[in-house]
Protein backbone atom coordinates (compact mmCIF):
# COMPACT_ATOMS: atom_id res chain seq x y z
CA UNK A 1 0.00 0.00 0.00
CA UNK A 2 1.04 3.38 -0.90
CA UNK A 3 1.13 6.01 1.71
CA UNK A 4 1.48 9.11 -0.79
CA UNK A 5 -0.16 10.19 -4.20
CA UNK A 6 2.85 10.79 -5.59
CA UNK A 7 7.01 10.94 -4.24
CA UNK A 8 9.87 11.83 -6.47
CA UNK A 9 13.34 13.22 -5.49
CA UNK A 10 13.34 17.13 -6.07
CA UNK A 11 15.42 17.04 -8.60
CA UNK A 12 13.04 14.87 -10.81
CA UNK A 13 10.11 16.57 -9.83
CA UNK A 14 11.56 20.24 -10.49
CA UNK A 15 12.16 18.88 -13.97
CA UNK A 16 8.64 17.37 -14.45
CA UNK A 17 5.73 18.53 -16.50
CA UNK A 18 3.50 19.80 -13.91
CA UNK A 19 0.23 18.03 -15.96
CA UNK A 20 2.51 14.25 -15.55
CA UNK A 21 2.39 15.25 -12.21
CA UNK A 22 -1.36 16.10 -11.73
CA UNK A 23 -1.82 13.26 -13.58
CA UNK A 24 -0.65 10.76 -11.90
CA UNK A 25 -1.72 12.32 -8.48
CA UNK A 26 -5.34 12.06 -10.46
CA UNK A 27 -4.55 8.48 -10.80
CA UNK A 28 -3.33 7.92 -7.29
CA UNK A 29 -6.48 9.28 -6.25
CA UNK A 30 -9.27 7.33 -3.93
CA UNK A 31 -11.92 10.09 -4.21
CA UNK A 32 -13.99 11.87 -6.74
CA UNK A 33 -11.95 14.36 -7.57
CA UNK A 34 -13.09 18.11 -7.33
CA UNK A 35 -12.11 20.66 -9.59
CA UNK A 36 -11.18 22.83 -6.55
CA UNK A 37 -8.93 19.89 -5.41
CA UNK A 38 -7.08 19.81 -8.78
CA UNK A 39 -6.42 23.43 -8.88
CA UNK A 40 -5.24 23.33 -5.67
CA UNK A 41 -2.77 20.40 -6.58
CA UNK A 42 -1.89 22.15 -9.59
CA UNK A 43 -1.31 25.52 -8.06
CA UNK A 44 1.01 23.89 -5.43
CA UNK A 45 3.11 22.08 -7.73
CA UNK A 46 3.76 25.24 -9.84
CA UNK A 47 4.95 26.84 -6.32
CA UNK A 48 7.11 24.63 -5.26
CA UNK A 49 8.98 23.22 -8.93
CA UNK A 50 10.03 27.18 -8.38
CA UNK A 51 11.02 27.27 -4.60
CA UNK A 52 12.82 23.96 -4.58
CA UNK A 53 15.09 25.01 -7.48
CA UNK A 54 18.77 24.00 -5.84
CA UNK A 55 17.39 21.62 -3.01
CA UNK A 56 18.21 18.35 -2.57
CA UNK A 57 15.98 15.62 -1.19
CA UNK A 58 12.41 14.05 -1.72
CA UNK A 59 8.75 15.47 -1.90
CA UNK A 60 5.28 13.41 -1.10
CA UNK A 61 2.55 14.79 -2.07
CA UNK A 62 -0.93 13.60 -0.26
CA UNK A 63 1.02 11.16 2.14
CA UNK A 64 -1.35 9.76 4.82
CA UNK A 65 0.04 9.62 8.15
CA UNK A 66 0.18 6.08 9.97
CA UNK A 67 -1.83 5.36 12.91
CA UNK A 68 -3.35 8.88 12.75
CA UNK A 69 -5.77 8.58 9.61
CA UNK A 70 -4.63 11.88 8.68
CA UNK A 71 -3.39 13.13 4.84
CA UNK A 72 -1.02 15.72 4.39
CA UNK A 73 -0.44 18.09 1.60
CA UNK A 74 3.08 17.65 1.12
CA UNK A 75 5.93 16.59 2.77
CA UNK A 76 9.36 17.83 2.27
CA UNK A 77 12.84 16.29 3.39
CA UNK A 78 15.68 18.39 2.31
CA UNK A 79 19.50 17.45 2.84
CA UNK A 80 21.37 18.87 5.10
CA UNK A 81 24.76 19.83 3.56
CA UNK A 82 26.10 21.19 6.85
CA UNK A 83 26.80 17.70 8.54
CA UNK A 84 28.99 16.47 5.97
Do not use: H
Not at 29 to 39: H, I, M, P, S, V
Not at 48 to 73: A, C, H, N, T
Amino acid sequence: MNRDYYSETIDKFITSNPNEILGILASNNEFELEQTQRNAWKEEVIILQKVLSGFQGSIYFEYSIPRMGKRVDVILLIANDFCS
